[in-house]
């Protein structure tokens, strides 16, 4: 299997908590794919002399981040039995910068008086797992560690951890966030998936992307993306720089791929190595050019693959305001019934290319699905509910195809997801959510534009999932909640990217918040001029945020800049929505 033959990516690691502070906005750094054995062994500093136990164990958790030399680093902390025998595994948990290591106290304590127990006591953040993915998480912890006296009179842990547990901040200190890219299930329309790779030793980083791509999509996106690159694919020999000062990628197992398939491929590596390297990239197969007549490439020589997940630029989006859908660009109402007042409009939703719109329109006293071309009737779709989510368009698989796949969630219990029949009718499908909705009920459903997640909000608490589709059904699979316990009172959520949400929240302190789709970090937007609550927020690639609160809507681009009065909020309870 292809797994079976890829050089190992990361170093191995092991469960443990430390003390450490690095700035919030700090980025994990970079590094490249080897085996442990051939890393060069540096000079590993040996640790101070004469510290005490609980320094011992927090300066272990803290060097435990390092995987150079198979975690030399670690290993000076342990005694001579411990640092031949530890083999830390795969998984490495990440906990809180603050977090406490204490003498244990009671009983079951050692009697040899040269031997104490430290307890590293923390809270988990997440897991960087064995994919190189990270998985959100927010739970106690506590390791306890047993520290002895050695012959010299240095205390040492005799008993290291399983699994690596490190810092936040060590976390990001070592490891690079770094977007590898695989296509969604039925169109050419790239997928980021997030992954962190070591930090150092530099040498060696593309190799490790490459081995991350060879090895499949993280355990999330199994069945919400494909790879090109096939089964049997592999690298000869490494990825290495040449002398004219290009990055050789010499694959194997790919000589008998069509030439789209092998465009596919390059771009699929080409991308995934921007964030990694500015060299050229050199593709072979066998030796050979992997596209003919095109050896090297640079990302400008990759043509889109995001055309179909990014709104057009005559596209400036819409809102809902007293019932009606008026434009963002003007404040004039569109052209139709659902401008003109012929529905309740409740809310609605634009196609990514901006030919349809499905609206939630209030009617006798239930809200209802309504389809239909933009600035034409919409045919209203069996589906009635007390409550329908704001509709969500999935994206189209080709540039001249109609997108016919809205969803919505009806009573906040069941996801659905209309399909355009045959006869130009709507007709509504079942989404099993049931990972979902075991964390409760769901008030927003947003698909990503590229299809492959979906960002929802259940109980004020911000999830993704990954939206895995087979031939006869289709699945919200792997939900998880993103900054779990300081991320609460969540109202709405749109994709600022394919890797990235803003939210709107009641909190006073964070109304308005961008979070990563793995959910690592969070970063708060200034909340200057704005008036709490805010209870709507839309965005997408390239546009202005827009968010409502009880003034009107306000703009920003970035997170530290100050909210700027939209020019056309028309007083309060408007909901903004560029298309998707």
């Not at 064995?130 to 390791?143: G, H, N, V, W």
């Not at 008026?326 to 609605?348: E, K």
């Amino acid at each position: 299997m292809r797994r079976a033959r890829l050089l190992a990516v990361l170093a191995g690691a092991v469960l443990l908590g430390g003390c450490a502070t690095v700035p919030e906005d700090s980025q994990p750094v970079a590094v490249q794919q080897q085996e442990l054995g051939q890393i060069a062994n540096p000079d590993v500093q040996q640790p101070p002399r004469d510290i005490d136990p609980l320094t011992v164990a927090r300066d272990f958790v803290e060097a435990s981040a390092q995987p150079v030399s198979n975690n030399a680093a670690a290993r000076t902390y342990l005694d001579d039995g411990a640092a031949k025998a530890w083999q830390p595994g795969k998984v490495m948990n990440v906990i809180d910068d603050q977090f406490n290591t204490v003498y244990a106290a009671g009983t079951a304590l050692p009697v040899n008086p040269m031997e104490v127990v430290v307890l590293v006591r923390a809270t988990t953040i997440g897991t960087l797992g064995a994919d190189s993915s990270f998985i959100p998480s927010r739970t106690p912890y506590e390791l306890r560690l047993l520290v002895r006296k050695q012959p010299d009179g240095q205390w040492r842990v005799t008993n290291p951890p399983a699994n690596i547990v490190m810092p936040y901040s060590a976390f990001t200190a070592n490891y690079v966030r770094v977007p590898v890219y695989f296509f969604a299930q039925d169109s050419n329309t790239i997928v980021p998936d997030l992954r962190y790779v070591a930090g150092k030793p530099q040498l060696g980083l593309a190799g490790r992307v490459v081995s991350l791509l060879l090895s499949g999509p993280s355990d999330q996106l199994v069945g919400a993306v494909r790879s090109p690159l096939p089964e049997d694919a592999g690298i000869e020999g490494n990825v290495t720089p040449t002398p004219d000062g290009a990055l050789m990628v010499p694959l194997t197992g790919v000589a008998d791929q069509t030439p789209e398939v092998k465009k596919l491929i390059a771009a699929q590596i080409v991308l995934s190595l921007q964030a990694v390297t500015t060299n050229r990239v050199r593709l072979l197969s066998d030796g050979n050019a992997l596209v003919d007549g095109h050896e090297d490439w640079l990302p400008s020589d990759v043509p889109s693959y995001t055309a179909l997940a990014s709104p057009g630029a005559d596209q400036p989006g819409l809102m809902v305001v007293n019932g009606r859908v008026r434009s963002l660009a003007d404040a004039s109402a569109v052209q139709g019934p659902a401008g003109q007042g012929a529905y309740q409009v409740v809310s609605a939703a634009q196609s990514i290319d901006g030919r349809q719109l499905a609206i939630v329109e209030l009617a006798e006293g239930r809200q209802q699905l309504r389809i239909g071309a933009f600035g034409a009737a919409a045919q209203p779709v069996n589906l009635f509910g007390g409550t329908l989510t704001r509709p969500t368009w999935r994206p189209t698989a080709t540039a001249d195809g109609t997108a016919g796949e809205v969803w919505t969630v009806v009573d906040g219990s069941s996801v659905v997801r209309v399909l355009r029949t045959s006869d130009g009718g709507w007709t509504g499908q079942a989404v099993n959510a049931e990972e979902v909705l075991t964390v409760g009920q769901i008030s927003v459903l947003r698909l990503s534009r590229d299809g492959a997640r979906a960002a929802m909000v259940v109980n004020g608490q911000l999830l993704v999932a990954s939206v895995v589709r087979t031939q006869d059904s289709v699945t919200l699979r792997s939900p998880r909640i993103l900054q779990t316990g300081t991320l609460t009172g969540v109202v709405d959520v749109d994709w600022l990217s394919q890797d990235s949400l803003v939210a709107a929240t009641t909190m006073p302190s964070q109304p308005v918040v961008k979070v990563p789709i793995d959910g690592l970090r969070m970063d708060t937007f200034n909340s200057s001029n704005l008036t709490p609550p805010v209870y709507a927020i839309t965005a997408a690639p390239g546009r202005p945020i827009v968010v409502a609160d009880a003034g009107g809507l306000w703009t920003a681009s970035d997170v530290g800049e100050v909210w700027r009065p939209h020019p056309h909020s028309l007083g309060s309870r408007v909901s903004p929505f560029y298309p998707g």
